[in-house]
């Protein structure tokens, strides 16, 4: 057994309303420097749509994560051999148009304008070319809530697999939001894909950061993503990704766009994992068991073994503490709501997914007089297809999928049976039997999706700084330090020097 | 007096250029080393451009290998004559500089017509393609046109003895005094083009990550001392 600890992160879309502060906030902190105007480390889409960049889910198209071949894990856009021979072009990279070309506005001439007769606008402008776009067609939201429907709806890979009955009929529109960052995977596919080893994930942490000086721009990393999440600096020529705002997360700190959600949606906290075992899971034959693989991943926090292990192998007792009251731990392990997004692409991602519920296609008449297992049935009828969300979340399992929606289904009807009675019922119900709760676990997690406090939404150990090189140097520094050592100062042979493969 | 300029002084400091060079870009500058990549912006033309270009210099790196480095009494142990060598060299080397000619005026006229490509090129950026393609084909027209039509000149008499002595600290610039214009040109440029290497994006030659095969798909690293002492 080889444990590590990761910090990850439970999106509950249910309560995603699509603000996009997220991805606002994530920018004006990040990337907000020329090379980086068309980079957003977290984007909410839109769902069924083309997402961002366009038809990032094509993997046929960008080749990224892994794929399975005679039983052994490669690859998807081919292993070194492969890479070493296409250095010099990269045949599967996405193009500025995948993405967007972005662009600003001359607000200058609203100031400057001499006096007219019309009034000044603000044309808009290339922020690459710098020249005048008069007709933007494109941007990472384009086809937010569904804009542009007919045509972009299509064009989603996933509604593409389904049934030509679903997409089609107007009455059945559905739509969900999907915030996405970097998913920080336990098995990630970016890390295997860069020739110089400059993608790395956090021994400590499990965040995966991209060494800017290591990193020479040879740009597999970009498309070795599945999700897309890692963004080629056409300034820098270096490649820039998510980094799950480590200099606050260190500091026990959510990350940016955790801290502004609006809707309250995410949750952060520690999991325990077996490194041992991430292979193997990675290689499952049949994708529909790849979530069942990754669960088997994880460690119990409360094993008394688990914990001697875990100190054994350097984990602080607040990290095991903070494993313990992990809401992620809950969330995906203990009452498996959360899922995986695309588990199929065999990342092992860390950030998971409750999924939504969606109002019913068939209206219930009298709510009032329903028994309780009326809701079973509802369950299959909800507009947004189980299809579609297993296609997304659960290598398009819908058996995974119903479950939890079953659940979430049942902590409704207990929580509503509380105020308008109906709670005996419950008690007995098919309900409760077929989503494998109990009240207990129903109000406990009612608690954490619906109230949580900050504390309890974000349980995140600081990190360990006693053990550093030179905490003299460090003082009064922040980590982003690291970043940006010293002037004249390379890192690698500095003080600061990152030990590689302990 | 010129002679020791242009085959000992001049070399010495173009080479002393280079290497400090990059030693000083590698510890000092590395957030700007990196391959110019601009695949982001244009695929197309790149894809004929980029490998044509490269695939011809790698091979054509090899082609002065065998030329320059390897003595001419190598061969001749080994048997091959000067007529099969001088063969190979002629068509094999030439379609090496073709295909680094052609490579590069794809890259160029990209570089010239592309609209994100065009306005993002630096004077660096177009300085080395120029500069390599000026080397590549004077290369070239030695390789192909000077050795078909005037004569197979042969440089392992002259100018490989002359490269070798320079390693050695003892320079023999009296080889060099007599070789054809055409080939002193190409030899002078080129070590003006090594002197350029560490201030534009050609640092990236050095950085071939020959050890990605061998080295473990995933990567772990951790803040300093972290797993140094337990607790
Ligand atoms: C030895 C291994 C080499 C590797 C792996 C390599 C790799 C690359 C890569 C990835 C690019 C960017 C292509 C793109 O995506 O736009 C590039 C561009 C370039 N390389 Fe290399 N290269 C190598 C050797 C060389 C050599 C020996 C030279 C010249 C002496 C050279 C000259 C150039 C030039 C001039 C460009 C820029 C092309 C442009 O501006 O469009 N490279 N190289
Ligand atoms: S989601 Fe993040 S960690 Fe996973 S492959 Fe993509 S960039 Fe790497
Ligand atoms: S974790 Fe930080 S860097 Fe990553 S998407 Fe959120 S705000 Fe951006």
Redesign the pocket.
Known sequence: MRIKAQVAMVMHLDKCIGCHTCSVTCKTTWTNRPGTEYMWFNNVETRPGIGYPKRWEDTKRYKGGWVLENGKLKLRAGGPITK?AN????PNMAELEDFYEPWSYDYDNLIHSPKRENLPVARPFSQITGKYIDKPEWGSNWDDDLAGGSENVKRDPNVEKLQEHIKTEYEKTFMMYLPRICEHCLNPSCVASCPTGALYKRDEDGIVLVDHDACR???FCQNGCPYHKVYYNWNTHKAEKCNFCYPRTEAGLPTICSETCVGRIRYIGVVLYDADKVKAAASVEDPKELYKAQLACFLDPFDPEVQDQAREAGITDPWIEAAKESPIYKLAIKWKIALPLHPEYRTLPMVWYVPPLSPIMNHITNEDELKTDGYIPAVDQMRIPMEYLASILAADDVKVIRKVLLKLTAMRVFMRGKTVGGIDEFRQSELLKEAETTPEEVVEMARLLGVAKYKERYVIPTGRREMDDDLFYQQGACSIEDLAPKEGMNPRYGMMKVRENL | MVDIFLWVVFPYICLTIMIFGLLYRFAFRQLTWA?????FFEKKW?KI??PL??YG??FA?FGHVMGILIPWEFYQTLGISDHMYHFGAIYGGGLAGLMVVCG?VI?LI??MIIDP?RIK?TFA?YF??LA?LFVAATGTYMTIIYNLTVVAYEYRATIGPWFRSLFIFQPRFDLMTDIPYIFKIHVITAFA?FASIPFT??V??F???IRYPARPPQQYRSRSGYRRQKV
């Open positions: 070493l250095i010099f072009y990269n721009g040879w740009r | 391959a110019p990549s601009t695949n790149l451009g980029s270009f490269h210099i790698i790196f590069l890259l990209r570089k490509v090129a950026d080395s393609v390599v083009l994006r050609l990236h030659i950085s071939f990550p």
